[in-house]
């Protein structure tokens, strides 16, 4: 059973940026594809980057290159930086790692964006 904990997310004013970090409890073999993905209130869980160990990515297209996605498979982390933040970007943003069948979630971390 692999953990995911994800943390740096807060309250941001538009037009900032935030760096959120997720980090493994386990090893990340080299064919785990981890992602983040996102869920604003009433809204279902949406994708919005992944990133397989060779580094390969992935985006949801409505994001238009505010989100970069990254990964430190020695550190077993994943990252997600999001640059001109946007108050339609207020999620809950959830870390995600697929392993073989299986899929792991974290417990996500709240991203505010209010002036």
């Known amino acids: 059973q692999v953990q995911l904990v994800e943390s740096g997310g807060g309250l941001v004013q538009p037009g900032g940026s935030l760096r959120l970090s997720c980090v493994a409890s386990d090893s990340i073999f080299s064919s785990d594809v981890m992602g983040w993905y996102r869920q604003a209130p009433g809204n279902q869980r949406d994708l919005v980057a992944t990133?397989?160990?060779?580094?390969?990515?992935n985006y949801a297209d409505f994001l238009k290159g505010r989100f970069t996605i990254s990964r430190d498979n020695a550190k077993n982390t994943v990252y997600l930086q999001i640059d001109s933040l946007k108050p339609e970007d207020t999620a809950v943003y959830y870390c995600?790692?697929?392993?073989?069948?299986?899929?792991?979630w974290g417990q996500g971390t709240q991203v505010t964006v209010s002036s």
């Open positions: 995600h790692l697929r392993r073989g069948l299986r899929n792991y």
């Open positions: 990133i397989t160990s060779g580094g390969r990515t």
